[in-house]
């Protein structure tokens, strides 16, 4: 099905199930612990291949340079060890999709921890120790590692992200010059900390080969990417690999990719002969796979004293291994606030640390951060509202292409409403004067915005004897609650009870689907089995001699003219088709809006932060699941805050890594630090999206968060920290005095 | 009493680990036998003496509810009950645990009979990619029953006093659970519904 005109009504409109609050068809499962997760398919009762051995991965232990020696005699002799397979014995593989780091293979070493070794053996216990007895020396090259060094050598990157083509930069109208007349300005210089993934789940594989073919058990957002992926690699036909990722422990992007677990998994069971099974160990996370990286941010604001922007300058730069992309820190800022001279562009620095990847909202995220910190300084210094002077700058058009509109936007509606509900009144826009005991209390605001990307996706369903419904695609669910809304869709489709729905996903033998990643799964996979139950539908009415574009499916039953029939009574049916994208998207733009707000308290003593409120008031098109879209959210408002109170990869400058490469050393919210998070979805079905009308939302809920309560801080303290995350010891000396 | 001796003989055992390592033999590392009940059922197990007891539980019982996020005693994915208490079980060795009574998510119930903490969190969507979950919803049961038991917390106001149930007591005691998708808000929502009841 290609979707080429704005959708009309159809049977998703009827909101029986779809858009109804729905508690997750995989939850008695996930609260039983019997979901099983990549690393638990073995033993008798859920294994999926018998004989499984362990595999344990050793990093190497400097970030550039090259593996001189390795003696793994010892490790090869160690109790219960099945076999070694190194660096040195393997030619470096070609780079897989979207990762640029070297994943295995050749003496050479491009970044920390990157895989030099995995050991198969008998039990886990006997595979960690002899990895340990392995004996590597290095030639260490000097690395570049500090972004800060490095920024005034960064290159303005291409509009692909990278430094192959024409440096880009936007550049509309003539922003020098406006600004330099602008009546009221901001200039300032923020920096972004780079960040870890964390998900709980660390990377987990088991591979099997049977002859030429290969299976891998897996945690991996994008199944197809990654089964073509995995295959170039391995140098193979793609129809020999299979993937399979039926439940996924959190990736937040960083399980977009195939990474080392899944290749050492399958070179390592080629080398024994046995299936292997590998879980990436905590502290190997970090370093070994991706990051979002750190980035040193501009913003020049320029505008009238009625708030109007006349000037718009934003760029940025950040570092990557060569060949890597920059962090698209200016992409929202392109599309967000009318100004009529623009000046955005990025830069890249070519470093030596860990490779820096889509972690959620990249771009969006650290971007948002600081432009909507600028925004709030400028409203500080017109001496307006933070609500009003977003308001006063909301554009219904791009605003590099006036002639192109959105397909919906109602930003002034989000922050307007948001702004009531939170009690926004109520702030002194007057920063540090509202104490509560030892407490400086404050409110911030951001506006949230990303991007609605419309990507093919496929499913099949098919129609059992009994007239229940088997949905089967490879998409997966990452905690989005895919399983749910698929259910939903194809409920609401064909007429039938949710419970009478069966959703299989993750095995790439199945149609191949959107996949999960930039907030695009649940928009366009649920569209995926749209398409599928449309073929459906005019199979059965067929079959029951009904004319098809009459047919109303309702409550099991198929009903046309004075006709009906059960759908059962049309025996076993199959469809299959995939949703496909005209060009609405070029001629709309197509994006989500947010109001975040938020109050904190900061301890006048020592510079605590404590976050006591959240709001969030989203526009997404239609909520497909309120239950499982508002989880979806109030995930990124936590993330949100950990990106700007706690969350930093510490960078050791000299030996190239991040030190703080654990759970421990890594913080990220716990349940003390977040309070009670409100959500508020408005109800904007987007007809040029997609037949669900619907857009994504797990990007959104993070996109301004950070802004948000960057700028209640400032509220509350009267102190800016433009260096996230803001941990008290940046503001603790400025701290209003005690009295 | 009974950990301590094992522990004990564990350590007795290491310079055989070590001996083994150098001299390059494939002898089998040495194994102790360990017996303890695992959900009311009784498990005897030989067992590598560095097995902990999340892995004697995933790897060697099939019991993969308990989860491993980080092997370190960071994550609280792992958190299973011993006799009672919590604990991160990737923390404490297999053989440590001789006799003892432990609760894994799997003892609690199952998809076709909830415990009403598991209830809760579905019906509060207290989770999302759901590999912290298990884990949380132990610690849940495991913190109802500390304030119940009156074992104060760092958040009270008087140390002294019973604790109460609130979501700042609930915040506090549950913060050695990490929900890297976020859904503290919710898991506080279901874990009060349980309280109240
Ligand atoms: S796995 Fe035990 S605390 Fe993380
Ligand atoms: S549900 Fe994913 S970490 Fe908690």
């Known amino acids: ?386 609500v009003e002077l977003r308001i006063v700058n909301d554009t219904q058009v791009d605003p590099e292409k006036p002639e192109r509109p959105f397909s919906e936007r109602h930003l002034v509606e989000c922050l307007r409403r948001g702004a009531e509900e939170f009690g926004w009144n109520r702030r002194n826009p007057k920063p540090a004067q509202v104490r509560d005991g030892r407490w400086l209390v404050g409110m911030g605001m951001a506006t949230g915005f990303r991007n609605s990307m419309a990507t093919k996706s496929a499913a099949r369903v098919r129609l059992q004897r009994d007239g229940s419904l088997v949905v089967e695609t490879d998409m997966t669910d990452i905690g989005t609650g895919t399983y749910t809304i698929l259910a939903q869709t194809a409920a609401e489709m064909m007429g039938l009870p949710l419970d009478r729905v069966t959703v299989r996903l993750g095995d790439s033998d199945d149609p191949a689907s959107a996949g999960s990643g930039g907030q695009w799964g649940a928009a366009n996979s649920t569209s995926g089995v749209y398409a599928a139950c449309v073929k459906l539908r005019t199979a059965i009415a067929e079959k029951l001699g009904m004319d098809p574009t009459t047919a109303d499916f309702t409550d099991g039953e198929v009903r046309a003219g004075n006709r009906s029939a059960r759908l059962s009574d049309a025996g076993e049916l199959m469809a299959e088709d995939r949703i496909e994208f005209g060009d609405l998207d070029k001629q709309y733009q197509q994006s989500t809006f947010a109001g975040h707000f938020c109050e904190v308290a900061v301890d006048s003593y020592t510079g605590e932060v404590r976050v006591h409120r959240m709001l969030a008031v989203c526009e997404a098109g239609r909520i497909l699941n309120p239950v499982t879209a508002r989880s979806q959210v109030i995930g990124g408002m936590t993330m949100g805050v950990g990106s700007a109170l706690m969350e930093e990869l510490a960078v050791d400058t000299r030996f190239g890594l991040f030190v703080n490469h654990d759970l421990a050393g890594y913080e990220v919210p716990v349940h003390a630090d977040i309070p009670h998070q409100q959500v508020i979805f408005l109800d904007h079905p987007d007809d040029k999206a997609n037949p669900l009308k619907a857009k994504g939302v797990g990007e959104l809920g993070l996109c301004g968060v950070g802004a948000a309560v960057a700028n209640a801080i400032y509220n509350a303290t009267g102190v800016r920290v433009r260096d996230y995350p803001i941990t008290l010891d940046k503001h603790l000396e400025k701290l209003p005095q005690v009295a | 009493m009974l950990a301590g001796s094992g522990a004990a003989v564990a350590l007795t055992q290491a310079p055989g680990v070590q001996a083994q390592g150098s001299s390059g033999g494939a002898a089998t590392p040495p194994t102790m036998p360990v017996s303890f009940t695992v959900n009311g059922k009784e498990a005897e197990l030989t067992l590598d003496t560095r097995v902990t007891l999340l892995d004697a539980l995933r790897e060697h019982l099939e019991l993969t509810g308990s989860k491993k996020g980080c092997d370190h005693g960071q994550c609280g994915a792992c958190t299973v009950m011993v006799n009672g208490t919590r604990i991160n079980s990737c923390l404490s060795l297999a053989v440590q645990h001789q006799g003892d009574e432990i609760t894994t998510i799997e003892g609690l119930g199952t998809p076709d009979n909830l415990h009403p903490m598991q209830a809760a969190f579905v019906k509060h969507d207290g989770y999302q990619c759901g590999y912290c979950t298990p884990g949380q919803i132990c610690s849940a049961v495991a913190t109802l029953a500390e304030i119940r038991a009156g074992i104060p917390s760092h958040v009270q106001d008087d140390i002294t006093a019973a604790p109460a149930f609130s979501a700042a007591e609930l915040r506090e005691r549950m913060s050695g659970n990490i929900c890297r998708c976020g859904a503290y808000s919710n898991i506080v929502d279901a874990i009060t519904e349980v309280a109240g009841a």
């Open chain 1, 1 to 386: 099905m290609k979707f080429e005109q704005a959708a009309g009504t159809n049977p998703i409109d009827r909101q029986k199930i779809i858009g109804q609050p729905t508690s997750r068809i995989d939850g008695p499962l996930k609260t039983t612990g019997t979901a099983p997760y990549a690393h638990e398919r073995h033993g008798p009762n859920h294994g999926v291949v018998p004989n499984q051995s362990y595999g344990y991965i050793l990093g190497a232990g400097i970030a550039k340079g090259r593996v001189a020696s390795m003696d793994t005699q010892e490790a090869a002799r160690a109790p219960g060890v099945l076999g070694i397979v190194t660096t040195l014995e393997q030619e470096l593989l070609p780079p897989g999709q979207g990762i640029v780091a070297n994943i295995f293979g050749g003496a050479e070493i491009r970044h920390y921890h990157q895989a030099i070794a995995v050991v198969m053996a008998e039990t886990f216990e006997q595979a960690r120790a002899a990895a340990n007895m392995i004996r590597v020396d290095y030639d260490r090259a000097d690395g570049r590692f500090d972004l800060a060094t490095l920024a005034p050598q960064a290159r303005v990157a291409d509009e692909s992200g990278k430094l192959k083509g024409e440096p880009f930069k936007v550049e509309v109208g003539d922003f020098a010059g406006a600004f330099a007349e602008a009546p009221v300005t901001v200039d300032a210089t923020y920096t972004t900390a780079d960040e870890s993934h964390a998900m709980m789940e660390p990377f987990a594989s088991i591979a099997a080969w049977e002859g030429e073919k290969l299976t891998v058990w897996t945690s991996n957002q994008m199944i197809a990417w990654s089964k073509g992926s995995l295959a170039k690699m391995l140098g193979m036909k793609p129809e020999n690999v299979r993937l399979d990722s039926p439940f996924i422990g959190g990736g937040f992007g960083a399980k977009l990719w195939v990474r080392a677990d899944a290749v050492l998994a399958a070179l390592g069971a080629k080398k024994v002969g046995r299936p292997v099974r590998i879980a990436m160990q905590r502290p190997l996370v970090a370093n070994n796979t991706s990051h979002r990286p750190a980035t040193i941010q501009q913003v020049k604001l320029g505008a009238t004293p009625d708030g109007r922007l006349t000037a718009f300058h934003h760029s940025s730069t950040s570092g990557n291994l060569p060949g890597g992309d920059v962090e698209v820190a200016t992409q929202q800022s392109r599309l967000l606030y009318a100004a009529p001279n623009r000046e955005i562009f990025m830069k890249l620095a070519v470093n030596d640390l860990p490779e820096g990847n889509a972690m959620r909202a990249p771009g969006e995220a650290p971007g948002l951060m600081v432009l909507e910190m600028a925004m709030d300084e400028l409203a500080e210094k017109l001496g307006m509202d933070p």
